[in-house]
C-alpha cells in the first residue's frame, strides 16, 4: 500500500477551516493519504492531487468536484459503515477508509468506461422502450438491470446509532449567514427579538470566508471584522452551524438536520438569506475532472489551502470571474487566459488590472472542448472560440494548455426552500435575472437569493427586510422599503453545442444537450414531463445546476421563454436526509390531569394514554398482578376510584343541539329525556366506527358528551368541520381540560357519594342507570353519571379542573370508612373487558363498521339521516368476512399478546386485539378478530403464540361478567 504525501499548502492566513498542528492520515481507493484536521475528504484529496472520486451513474465517466460545496453527487463515495457520502463535505479522521464507488475493475481504470462509445444507442428514455419487446424480454434485461443499478454497498453487520429530536421556538429564525443573513440577525436582535441563525457551513460568514468583493481584496475582511463579532457575542442570538434547514412547512415549522440531532423549529417569522449556486457552462466534457466552478476553486484555496493546479483558465459570465483571477494570482497560480463570454465587463479596471499582471482576456468568447488527458484522468487544456451567435461559435479555434478549467455562468437563486412555501421562481428573459415572488405571509427573503448582489446592497437588504419582519411583530415601524438597481450576473445563454456531444446539463445522470432537445421533441414540452421522462434533477443533486440549462434548452425547442416553461418543482427534503433522523428519539409531550401529583404520592406507575400520563396500577411495580388483582378485587367488592379526568369533553349548546347530535352519532338523540345519557357511536362516511363515548342532556339545549382519550380532538375537528357545511345553530366547545372527572366504582360506590354529595337523590329509583345529574359537593358544582363501563355500580363525577386535588382528597377521605382504594388503567382495562366492551382503535381498526363488533344495537335505522348511515347500511347488507368475538382459554395456556394471529387452516383469520387473565374468573379471556366460521358461540379457533406455538381458544358469549349487567344496576 503506497503512501502519498500532502502537497505542500499556501501559508497562513489561507485554509479557514485546517488545524496545521494536527496532520491525519486516511486511506482512499488502496493508498494512504494526508491532510490536516479540518479537512474534507475531498481537499484532502485535491491537495494530494488526486482528483478522480467516483464515476457517472450511467457512462462511468471520471467525476471530481465540481462545487466543494456538497452541492453535487460527482464526490460520492463508500465509507465501511455508509454509502453515498459526500467528499467535500465529509471531514478526514484518523484511520478512515474510503473507497469510490460506481466503478467496474478500478476506479482509475474502470472497465464500463467503454459504455460512453456507445451513447448514441442509450438516447434519453430508451429504457421506456428497450426492455419491454417481444413479449417477455425483460426477464433477460432484469438481472442485468438491476446488477448495473444502484450505487454503494450497505453495511449489514451496521449497529445503529443513537439519534434524536428538540423543539425550538423564536422570534426569528434567518437561514444562512452570509452578509444578508448576518445583517439581517443583528438588526432583528438589536430591536429585542430572539434570533436563531442557522448555517449550513462550521463558519459563519457564507461568501465572505471565501469570494472577493473589491479590487484591493479587503473589503470581505472588513465585513467580517464588523459584523462577526456582533453576531457572536449578542445575547439575544443563538447560533446553529453545521445546521441544514431541510424543508419550509406551513407558519415556519422549520426541520433542522445538526448532526445526529433533528431540532423542529417553529418561528413567528423566517428569513431566507440563502444565497445562491454558482452554475456551470454547458460545453463539451464539461465533466472532466479538473473541470471545476469558480467559486469551488475559491473555496480550496481559502479554506482548506490548496492550490488545485498551476495553470488555470477562468470561463465567466460576470465580474466574479475577474475577482478570481485576482485571488489566484495572489495564491502563485498562473492565470492562462480569462475567458469572458460578455463583449465587455461592467467593471473595466478589473480587466486593466489583470492585463497588467499579462493575463489575456478573450472577449464574446467560450470554452468550446475541454480537452483530456489519456482516459480523461484530468482535463489538460481548452479549445477557446469567440461566440457567433446565441449558443454557436466560429470555427477558429485557439487551444491554451492548463490543469484548471474554472467556469461560472452566473448564479441561481437557492430556491427551494421558498418553492415549497409557494413561492414563484420567474425569469426576466430580456435581463436574465431571477425573482422569488408569492411568499407567504411571514417569510422573507434577503440577499442574492433576492436577486441582489452588489455587497452593499445585499448589506441594506438584510437591515431592510429585518425592519419588515420586526415591524410585523409590533416591535418596530413599518419601513419604508428600498429597491436596488442592479446589472445582470447571469450570462443568457451559456449552452453550445458540439457536434461530438458529451456537452453535459445534468452530472447526475449524464445528460447531454441533445437528451434534453430530444424530450422535448418526443412530444414533452412540460418541463415536468421533460424531468420525468428524461430524469433530469433527479439524481442527488436535485437539480441544483441542472434546472436552469434544462428550463432554457425546453423553452428554445418549443418556442417559448423560460419565464412560460418555468423550472421544475422543488419538494423537501432540500439535502439527503437519514431515516435514522425522522426515527431518532423523539419527545412525546404528554399532559397531566389535576390530581397527578396525589397519584405519585400513592405510588402510581404511570404509563401514557394518548397524550396523558395516567395511572397503570398503584403499588411496586415488580408486584404488577397482584396490585391489579387486588384492586379488580376492590372494585367488585368493596369501592375504588379512578381518575378519568382524561375522558374527552364537549359541550354542546343552543337549540340545534338535539339535532346536531342525531346526525353525528348512529344511535337516536333527537328524544333523549333530560337527566338521562345514551351510549354513542360515531361513524365515519364509509361507515367505519371512528369513537365512541356518553352522551348526557343536561336541559332542553345542553348536551354534554364525553369522547375517547386519543380521539377527542379528532371528533372534535369532525363536529366543526361538519357544521360548516350543516350551518345548525349549536356552539361546540372542547371542554377536556376545563373539566375534570372521577369514577367511583364498586357496591359500595353510594355510599361514599352520600357522605359528600348532598343535594342529589343517589337512591336507585331517583337516580337510576344511565341518569345524569347536576349538583355541588361543597360547594363545587358537578354532573354526576351513573355508568358502567367496569361493570359495578359507579357514579362519573365530573367538575372544574381547578378543583382537582381537593377534590380528590375530599372523596378518598370519604372513601377511608369502606377502605376505599385508587384503581389505574391496568385495572380498568382488565375490568371493561370482563364486560365485554371494547376499546376504539385497539379493538377496532380502519376497516370496522358496527355489525362486525356487535354493536349494530347502537345503530338508529329509522333515522332519516346520520354521517355514515348510506355506508352502514350497504355494508350491513354484504355478508360479514369477520367478526370480533369474545374467547376464553385455560389459565394454565400460554397467553396470547395483543396482536398475535388466528389462524384458518393454513390462512391467517384474525387477530388478537385484547386479552388478559382474569382473577375474577380464574381464566384467560379477550376479544379477537375471526373469520365468520369460527365465530359461533362455543367455536374454538388457533391462535400463533410466542414461540409459534399455537393454543385453542373457545368464542363464548359477553359478557363474560354478570351478563344480567344486575351488579351495576343496583
Same mark, same amino acid.
Given at each position: 500500500?503506497?503512501?502519498?504525501?500532502?502537497?505542500?499548502?499556501?501559508?497562513?492566513?489561507?485554509?479557514?477551516?485546517?488545524?496545521?498542528?494536527?496532520?491525519?492520515?486516511?486511506?482512499?481507493?488502496?493508498?494512504?493519504?494526508?491532510?490536516?484536521?479540518?479537512?474534507?475528504?475531498?481537499?484532502?484529496?485535491?491537495?494530494?492531487?488526486?482528483?478522480?472520486?467516483?464515476?457517472?451513474?450511467?457512462?462511468?465517466?471520471?467525476?471530481?468536484?465540481?462545487?466543494?460545496?456538497?452541492?453535487?453527487?460527482?464526490?460520492?463515495?463508500?465509507?465501511?459503515?455508509?454509502?453515498?457520502?459526500?467528499?467535500?463535505?465529509? *471531514?478526514?479522521?484518523?484511520?478512515?477508509?474510503? +473507497?469510490?464507488?460506481?466503478?467496474?475493475?478500478?476506479?482509475?481504470?474502470?472497465?464500463?468506461?467503454? *459504455?460512453?462509445?456507445?451513447?448514441?444507442?442509450?438516447?434519453?428514455?430508451?429504457?421506456?422502450?428497450?426492455?419491454?419487446?417481444?413479449?417477455?424480454?425483460?426477464?433477460?434485461?432484469?438481472?442485468?438491470?438491476?446488477?448495473?443499478?444502484?450505487?454503494?454497498?450497505?453495511?449489514?453487520?451496521?449497529?445503529?446509532?443513537?439519534?434524536?429530536?428538540?423543539?425550538?421556538?423564536?422570534?426569528?429564525?434567518?437561514?444562512? /449567514?452570509?452578509?444578508?443573513?448576518?445583517?439581517?440577525?443583528?438588526?432583528?436582535?438589536?430591536?429585542?427579538?430572539?434570533?436563531?441563525?442557522?448555517?449550513?457551513?462550521?463558519?459563519?460568514?457564507?461568501?465572505?470566508?471565501?469570494?472577493?468583493?473589491?479590487?484591493?481584496?479587503?473589503?470581505?475582511?472588513?465585513?467580517?471584522?464588523?459584523?462577526?463579532?456582533?453576531?457572536?457575542?449578542?445575547?439575544?442570538?443563538?447560533?446553529?452551524?453545521?445546521?441544514?434547514?431541510?424543508?419550509?412547512?406551513?407558519?415556519?415549522?422549520?426541520?433542522?438536520?445538526?448532526?445526529?440531532?433533528?431540532?423542529?423549529?417553529?418561528?413567528?417569522?423566517?428569513?431566507?438569506?440563502?444565497? /445562491?449556486?454558482?452554475?456551470?457552462?454547458?460545453?463539451?466534457?464539461?465533466?472532466?475532472?479538473?473541470?471545476?466552478?469558480?467559486?469551488?476553486?475559491?473555496?480550496?484555496?481559502?479554506?482548506?489551502?490548496?492550490?488545485?493546479?498551476?495553470?488555470?483558465?477562468?470561463?465567466?459570465?460576470?465580474?466574479?470571474?475577474?475577482?478570481?483571477?485576482?485571488?489566484?494570482?495572489?495564491?502563485?497560480?498562473?492565470?492562462?487566459?480569462?475567458?469572458?463570454?460578455?463583449?465587455?465587463?461592467?467593471?473595466?479596471?478589473?480587466?486593466?488590472?489583470?492585463?497588467?499582471?499579462?493575463?489575456?482576456?478573450?472577449?464574446? /468568447?467560450?470554452?468550446?472542448?475541454?480537452?483530456?488527458?489519456?482516459?480523461?484522468?484530468?482535463?489538460?487544456?481548452?479549445?477557446?472560440?469567440?461566440?457567433?451567435?446565441?449558443?454557436?461559435?466560429?470555427?477558429?479555434?485557439?487551444?491554451?494548455?492548463?490543469?484548471?478549467?474554472?467556469?461560472?455562468?452566473?448564479?441561481?437563486?437557492?430556491?427551494?426552500?421558498?418553492?415549497?412555501?409557494?413561492?414563484?421562481?420567474?425569469?426576466?428573459?430580456?435581463?436574465?435575472?431571477?425573482?422569488?415572488?408569492?411568499?407567504?405571509?411571514?417569510?422573507?427573503?434577503?440577499?442574492?437569493?433576492?436577486?441582489?448582489?452588489?455587497?452593499?446592497?445585499?448589506?441594506?437588504?438584510?437591515?431592510?427586510?429585518?425592519?419588515?419582519?420586526?415591524?410585523?411583530?409590533?416591535?418596530?415601524?413599518?419601513?419604508?422599503?428600498?429597491?436596488?438597481?442592479?446589472?445582470?450576473?447571469?450570462?443568457?445563454?451559456?449552452?453550445?453545442?458540439?457536434?461530438?456531444?458529451?456537452?453535459?446539463?445534468?452530472?447526475?445522470?449524464?445528460?447531454?444537450?441533445?437528451?434534453?432537445?430530444?424530450?422535448?421533441?418526443?412530444?414533452?414540452?412540460?418541463?415536468?414531463?421533460?424531468?420525468?421522462?428524461?430524469?433530469?434533477?433527479?439524481?442527488?443533486?436535485?437539480?441544483?445546476?441542472?434546472?436552469?440549462?434544462?428550463?432554457?434548452?425546453?423553452?428554445?425547442?418549443?418556442?417559448?421563454?423560460?419565464?412560460?416553461?418555468?423550472?421544475?418543482?422543488?419538494?423537501?427534503?432540500?439535502?439527503?436526509?437519514?431515516?435514522?433522523?425522522?426515527?431518532?428519539?423523539?419527545?412525546?409531550?404528554?399532559?397531566?390531569?389535576?390530581?397527578?401529583?396525589?397519584?405519585?404520592?400513592?405510588?402510581?406507575?404511570?404509563?401514557?394514554?394518548?397524550?396523558?400520563?395516567?395511572?397503570?396500577?398503584?403499588?411496586?411495580?415488580?408486584?404488577?398482578?397482584?396490585?391489579?388483582?387486588?384492586?379488580?378485587?376492590?372494585?367488585?367488592?368493596?369501592?375504588?376510584?379512578?381518575?378519568?379526568?382524561?375522558?374527552?369533553?364537549?359541550?354542546?349548546?343552543?337549540?340545534?343541539?338535539?339535532?346536531?347530535?342525531?346526525?353525528?352519532?348512529?344511535?337516536?338523540?333527537?328524544?333523549?329525556?333530560?337527566?338521562?345519557?345514551?351510549?354513542?357511536?360515531?361513524?365515519?362516511?364509509?361507515?367505519?366506527?371512528?369513537?365512541?363515548?356518553?352522551?348526557?342532556?343536561?336541559?332542553?339545549?345542553?348536551?354534554?358528551?364525553?369522547?375517547?382519550?386519543?380521539?377527542?380532538?379528532?371528533?372534535?375537528?369532525?363536529?366543526?368541520?361538519?357544521?360548516?357545511?350543516?350551518?345548525?345553530?349549536?356552539?361546540?366547545?372542547?371542554?377536556?381540560?376545563?373539566?375534570?372527572?372521577?369514577?367511583?366504582?364498586?357496591?359500595?360506590?353510594?355510599?361514599?357519594?352520600?357522605?359528600?354529595?348532598?343535594?342529589?337523590?343517589?337512591?336507585?329509583?331517583?337516580?337510576?342507570?344511565?341518569?345524569?345529574?347536576?349538583?355541588?359537593?361543597?360547594?363545587?358544582?358537578?354532573?354526576?353519571?351513573?355508568?358502567?363501563?367496569?361493570?359495578?355500580?359507579?357514579?362519573?363525577?365530573?367538575?372544574?379542573?381547578?378543583?382537582?386535588?381537593?377534590?380528590?382528597?375530599?372523596?378518598?377521605?370519604?372513601?377511608?370508612?369502606?377502605?376505599?382504594?385508587?384503581?389505574?388503567?391496568?385495572?380498568?382495562?382488565?375490568?371493561?373487558? +370482563?364486560?365485554?366492551?371494547?376499546?376504539?382503535?385497539?379493538?377496532?381498526?380502519?376497516?370496522?363498521?358496527?355489525?362486525?363488533?356487535?354493536?349494530?344495537?347502537?345503530? /338508529?335505522?329509522?333515522?332519516?339521516?346520520?354521517?355514515?348511515?348510506?355506508?352502514?347500511?350497504?355494508?350491513?347488507?354484504?355478508?360479514?368476512?369477520?367478526?370480533?368475538?369474545?374467547?376464553? *382459554?385455560?389459565?394454565?395456556?400460554?397467553?396470547?399478546?395483543?396482536?398475535?394471529?388466528?389462524?384458518?387452516?393454513?390462512?391467517?383469520?384474525?387477530?388478537?386485539?385484547?386479552?388478559?387473565?382474569?382473577?375474577?374468573?380464574?381464566?384467560?379471556?379477550?376479544?379477537?378478530?375471526?373469520?365468520?366460521?369460527?365465530?359461533?358461540?362455543?367455536?374454538?379457533?388457533?391462535?400463533?403464540?410466542?414461540?409459534?406455538?399455537?393454543?385453542?381458544?373457545?368464542?363464548?358469549?359477553?359478557?363474560?361478567?354478570?351478563?344480567?349487567?344486575?351488579?351495576?344496576?343496583?
Amino acid at each position: 500500500m503506497n503512501k502519498s504525501q500532502a502537497t505542500e499548502r499556501l501559508p497562513l492566513p489561507y485554509g479557514l477551516l485546517l488545524d496545521r498542528s494536527q496532520p491525519i492520515s486516511f486511506q482512499f481507493d488502496g493508498t494512504i493519504y494526508q491532510g490536516y484536521a479540518g479537512d474534507n475528504i475531498a481537499s484532502a484529496l485535491i491537495a494530494n492531487q488526486r482528483w478522480i472520486m467516483s464515476r457517472s451513474f450511467k457512462y462511468h465517466r471520471p467525476r471530481a468536484p465540481l462545487t466543494m460545496a456538497g452541492q453535487d453527487a460527482n464526490t460520492l463515495i463508500q465509507l465501511k459503515q455508509e454509502a453515498n457520502v459526500l467528499a467535500d463535505t465529509t *471531514l478526514i479522521q484518523p484511520n478512515l477508509v474510503v +473507497e469510490g464507488q460506481n466503478f467496474s475493475g478500478s476506479l482509475l481504470k474502470d472497465s464500463d468506461a467503454f *459504455l460512453g462509445k456507445f451513447s448514441k444507442f442509450m438516447p434519453v428514455g430508451f429504457y421506456y422502450r428497450a426492455f419491454f419487446k417481444p413479449k417477455g424480454i425483460w426477464k433477460f434485461w432484469e438481472p442485468i438491470i438491476r446488477k448495473k443499478a444502484g450505487l454503494g454497498v450497505l453495511d449489514l453487520n451496521f449497529k445503529p446509532e443513537y439519534y434524536d429530536k428538540v423543539y425550538l421556538f423564536t422570534d426569528v429564525a434567518i437561514i444562512g /449567514s452570509g452578509p444578508a443573513g448576518l445583517q439581517a440577525a443583528l438588526t432583528a436582535a438589536d430591536a429585542g427579538a430572539k434570533v436563531i441563525l442557522i448555517e449550513q457551513e462550521h463558519l459563519l460568514g457564507g461568501s465572505l470566508n471565501y469570494a472577493r468583493f473589491d479590487l484591493e481584496g479587503v473589503k470581505a475582511e472588513q465585513l467580517k471584522a464588523q459584523l462577526l463579532p456582533a453576531v457572536k457575542q449578542h445575547q439575544n442570538i443563538t447560533i446553529m452551524t453545521d445546521a441544514v434547514c431541510n424543508a419550509w412547512f406551513t407558519d415556519n415549522y422549520l426541520p433542522i438536520i445538526q448532526g445526529k440531532r433533528l431540532f423542529k423549529l417553529r418561528a413567528k417569522k423566517s428569513i431566507v438569506a440563502s444565497g /445562491s449556486f454558482d452554475q456551470p457552462v454547458v460545453f463539451r466534457n464539461n465533466d472532466l475532472p479538473g473541470v471545476i466552478l469558480t467559486s469551488a476553486v475559491q473555496r480550496l484555496i481559502k479554506l482548506y489551502a490548496v492550490k488545485p493546479g498551476q495553470k488555470a483558465v477562468i470561463l465567466t459570465g460576470n465580474d466574479d470571474g475577474y475577482l478570481a483571477a485576482l485571488d489566484f494570482l495572489e495564491a502563485g497560480i498562473q492565470i492562462q487566459a480569462i475567458v469572458d463570454m460578455r463583449a465587455n465587463p461592467a467593471n473595466n479596471a478589473l480587466k486593466i488590472s489583470l492585463e497588467k499582471q499579462h493575463v489575456n482576456c478573450y472577449m464574446n /468568447s467560450t470554452v468550446y472542448e475541454a480537452q483530456h488527458s489519456t482516459a480523461m484522468q484530468h482535463v489538460t487544456g481548452v479549445d477557446i472560440r469567440s461566440i457567433s451567435a446565441e449558443g454557436q461559435v466560429s470555427n477558429q479555434p485557439t487551444s491554451i494548455a492548463c490543469d484548471v478549467l474554472c467556469m461560472s455562468s452566473g448564479y441561481m437563486p437557492v430556491y427551494q426552500l421558498l418553492c415549497q412555501a409557494g413561492g414563484k421562481l420567474s425569469y426576466l428573459d430580456n435581463k436574465a435575472m431571477f425573482s422569488i415572488t408569492g411568499l407567504p405571509k411571514g417569510l422573507f427573503i434577503a440577499g442574492s437569493v433576492n436577486g441582489i448582489q452588489n455587497i452593499e446592497h445585499v448589506l441594506a437588504d438584510g437591515q431592510q427586510v429585518a425592519q419588515l419582519a420586526l415591524s410585523e411583530l409590533g416591535l418596530v415601524a413599518t419601513p419604508v422599503l428600498q429597491t436596488f438597481n442592479e446589472a445582470s450576473v447571469n450570462f443568457p445563454w451559456p449552452i453550445f453545442p458540439h457536434p461530438k456531444g458529451k456537452e453535459f446539463v445534468d452530472y447526475d445522470e449524464d445528460l447531454q444537450i441533445a437528451d434534453i432537445v430530444n424530450a422535448t421533441r418526443t412530444g414533452y414540452r412540460d418541463v415536468q414531463l421533460v424531468k420525468r421522462y428524461s430524469t433530469v434533477g433527479m439524481g442527488p443533486s436535485q437539480g441544483r445546476h441542472s434546472a436552469l440549462p434544462t428550463a432554457r434548452l425546453v423553452a428554445k425547442s418549443t418556442q417559448r421563454s423560460v419565464t412560460e416553461t418555468g423550472v421544475t418543482t422543488a419538494r423537501p427534503p432540500f439535502t439527503v436526509e437519514k431515516l435514522a433522523h425522522v426515527a431518532g428519539r423523539g419527545f412525546d409531550p404528554y399532559r397531566q390531569t389535576a390530581m397527578h401529583q396525589r397519584h405519585l404520592q400513592l405510588d402510581a406507575q404511570m404509563m401514557p394514554a394518548g397524550t396523558w400520563q395516567r395511572p397503570a396500577f398503584y403499588g411496586d411495580v415488580n408486584k404488577r398482578q397482584e396490585n391489579i388483582a387486588k384492586e379488580v378485587h376492590c372494585v367488585h367488592h368493596n369501592v375504588a376510584m379512578i381518575d378519568v379526568s382524561t375522558l374527552g369533553g364537549l359541550d354542546i349548546r343552543g337549540p340545534d343541539s338535539a339535532e346536531f347530535l342525531n346526525r353525528m352519532y348512529t344511535f337516536g338523540f333527537a328524544k333523549l329525556p333530560i337527566g338521562k345519557t345514551r351510549y354513542a357511536v360515531m361513524a365515519n362516511e364509509h361507515g367505519i366506527v371512528i369513537d365512541d363515548g356518553v352522551c348526557a342532556r343536561l336541559s332542553e339545549q345542553h348536551f354534554y358528551v364525553t369522547a375517547t382519550t386519543s380521539g377527542v380532538d379528532r371528533i372534535y375537528q369532525q363536529m366543526l368541520k361538519w357544521n360548516v357545511q350543516w350551518r345548525l345553530n349549536v356552539d361546540i366547545t372542547n371542554v377536556t381540560t376545563a373539566i375534570s372527572a372521577v369514577n367511583i366504582a364498586g357496591p359500595n360506590a353510594r355510599k361514599v357519594m352520600e357522605k359528600v354529595c348532598h343535594d342529589i337523590d343517589l337512591s336507585a329509583a331517583a337516580f337510576p342507570y344511565l341518569g345524569v345529574r347536576l349538583g355541588t359537593i361543597h360547594n363545587i358544582p358537578v354532573r354526576v353519571m351513573r355508568v358502567g363501563f367496569v361493570g359495578e355500580l359507579g357514579y362519573e363525577i365530573h367538575f372544574p379542573t381547578r378543583y382537582g386535588e381537593f377534590m380528590w382528597d375530599l372523596l378518598m377521605q370519604a372513601g377511608q370508612a369502606f377502605d376505599m382504594l385508587p384503581f389505574g388503567v391496568e385495572s380498568q382495562r382488565l375490568l371493561r373487558l +370482563e364486560k365485554g366492551h371494547i376499546i376504539i382503535s385497539q379493538d377496532t381498526d380502519g376497516m370496522s363498521h358496527p355489525q362486525e363488533v356487535d354493536l349494530g344495537w347502537a345503530v /338508529s335505522r329509522n333515522k332519516p339521516f346520520f354521517v355514515g348511515k348510506r355506508s352502514i347500511a350497504i355494508l350491513e347488507a354484504q355478508p360479514l368476512k369477520r367478526k370480533l368475538v369474545a374467547f376464553e *382459554l385455560d389459565k394454565n395456556s400460554k397467553q396470547p399478546l395483543e396482536g398475535h394471529i388466528v389462524l384458518e387452516g393454513d390462512n391467517i383469520s384474525g387477530n388478537i386485539t385484547s386479552c388478559e387473565y382474569s382473577p375474577t374468573l380464574d381464566k384467560i379471556i379477550g376479544l379477537a378478530y375471526v373469520s365468520i366460521m369460527q365465530s359461533t358461540v362455543d367455536a374454538t379457533f388457533p391462535i400463533r403464540v410466542e414461540g409459534a406455538e399455537i393454543v385453542h381458544a373457545k368464542v363464548v358469549k359477553a359478557p363474560f361478567y354478570d351478563p344480567e349487567n344486575k351488579r351495576q344496576e343496583m
